[in-house]
């Protein structure tokens, strides 16, 4: 008896080994799917995307820099070889990866650096189409002073041409040489020093710059809103974004940053944050809708709601919208209390009231480029508008989700009309609405 109870025991024991997956054997069970680099100026983000639970370790060496990952109870596959092939050489921060297996059941990554850099290393949780996710960004130990990097920015500007679709060049080229044809011959005849003077005179004198932050929506990991045909909201609302820089840049007196400037993605709060480095004037966030049924269309602009959302589709996009940094990738453990303070806070009500200004300024420019979706501005609770000091409102220029409006946004010509909207209904709530001097210009 005692003989057949110490079989089922150690029988059992067995069994019990091979059902719970612990140690090496839950490395059976974890395998990447995908990995992805994101490289940009802010930081490069580097993504291993998997299918199970990861045990891992990190360190820094230096002479040379480099950062080891150490990824336990795993064996070296065919998609992570890939990673190496990620790297692309203008990577600000990373000049090599290797990959290899450290041991029997290690798996290590080095990252040879070109820089000194503050890594940050977390885990996401499975969210919308992503699968478990181990993040490890390069953050450059000494960050760039932002004022100082939209100086360079500028500079840069001015010695490149305006958008670099020379289609769009020469069809701006055409209007102002149409304009010019339609002006009768005698006024320029009568063109004298005197009036040029009087001219230049009576042009409104730049008491200090304006600072502009236009927010392309999305990015990297976040793709927003997609079309039908396949269209990311993240691609066209960055085009729109440059463009609408562009357009403030030229406005005598006006300048403008981009919270992003290519494909990675930047935190909401991070968003908000960038805008007040610079000592931002007003904030716009552009994006392009999505929705459930493709028949929707037209163009919105929302500001902050202390209240509640202005109807029950504008707190579904506010929700939408500010589920971003769940899908993007947020590094919740390192979040700033300051700011965390500030996307809490509710904004004053005389910022919402400059809001709906600007917003209603903006939002009557664009009904001249395409029909609107409510012809009033709406109200929700969006995160990345929660800068409790300055104008801000968030552009959806267009249902990504309707085919036909997707065929617009990914037109060139489409895209520059809504910049110039934009920056129209933002040039017109400035000449009504002048910025408060500051002692000097910064």
Do not use: C
């Not at 110490?6 to 059902?19: P, R």
């Not at 009768?184 to 005197?194: F, L, T």
């Not at 809708?289 to 500001?303: E, H, Q, T, Y």
Request: glycine share 6%.
């Amino acid at each position: 008896m005692n003989t057949r109870r110490t079989v089922l025991k150690t029988l059992g024991a067995s069994l019990l080994l091979q059902l719970v997956p612990v140690g090496a054997r839950a490395a059976e069970n974890a395998r990447f799917v995908d990995v992805r680099l994101w490289p940009a100026e802010d930081y490069t983000r580097v993504t291993l995307e998997h299918d199970g639970a990861l045990k891992y370790k990190y360190f820094l060496v230096e002479n040379p820099m480099r950062m080891v990952v150490d990824i336990s109870d795993m064996q070296l596959d065919k998609t992570l070889k890939n990673l190496t092939d990620r790297l692309k050489p203008d990577d600000p921060y990373v000049q090599q990866i290797r990959v290899g297996q450290f041991n029997a059941d290690t798996v290590r990554i080095v990252f040879d650096l070109k820089a000194q850099v503050r890594p940050e290393v977390f885990t996401i949780d499975p969210v919308a189409e992503y699968k478990n996710r181990l993040v490890v960004d390069f953050y450059p130990k000494t960050p760039p002073d932002p004022l100082i990097a939209l100086l360079k920015d500028q500079q840069q500007d001015a010695a490149t041409p305006s958008y670099k679709d020379d289609e769009i060049n020469r069809a701006l080229n055409l209007a102002k040489a149409d304009q010019t044809d339609k002006a009768p011959a005698s006024e320029s005849a009568k063109e004298s020093p005197r009036k040029a003077k009087a001219d230049a005179d009576s042009t409104p004198q730049v008491r200090r710059l304006v600072t502009v932050a236009i927010d392309p929506g999305h990015g990297g990991e976040d793709p927003g809103a997609i079309g039908r045909a396949g269209t990311r909201e993240k691609d066209v609302v960055l085009e729109i974004a440059r463009m609408l820089k562009q357009e403030i840049d030229r406005t005598p007196g006006m300048r403008a940053m981009l919270t992003r400037n290519d494909d990675y993605f930047v935190p909401l709060g991070k968003r908000v944050q960038k805008a007040r480095g610079v000592k931002a004037d007003l904030f716009v966030s552009v994006h392009a809708d999505g929705f459930i049924k493709p028949s929707a269309r037209g163009s919105s602009v929302f500001v902050l709601s202390e209240r509640g959302a202005s109807s029950s589709a504008a707190r579904w996009l506010a929700d939408k919208q500010n589920a971003s940094d769940l899908i993007g990738g947020v590094n919740i453990a390192d979040k700033d209390n300051q700011l965390a303070k500030v996307l809490l806070d509710l904004s004053t009500t005389a910022q919402i009231n400059d809001s709906m200004k600007l917003g209603g300024a903006v939002l009557g420019k664009l009904a001249s480029v395409n029909q609107l979706h409510k012809a009033y501005v709406e109200q929700a609770g969006f995160a990345v508008l929660k800068a409790p000091d300055i104008p801000s409102i968030l552009v959806e220029t267009a249902f990504i989700s309707n085919p036909a409006e997707e065929k617009k946004l990914n037109d060139p010509h489409q895209q520059l009309k809504i910049a110039k909207a934009i920056a129209g209904g933002v040039k017109e709530y400035f000449d009504k609405n002048p910025p408060v001097v500051r002692s000097r210009i910064a």
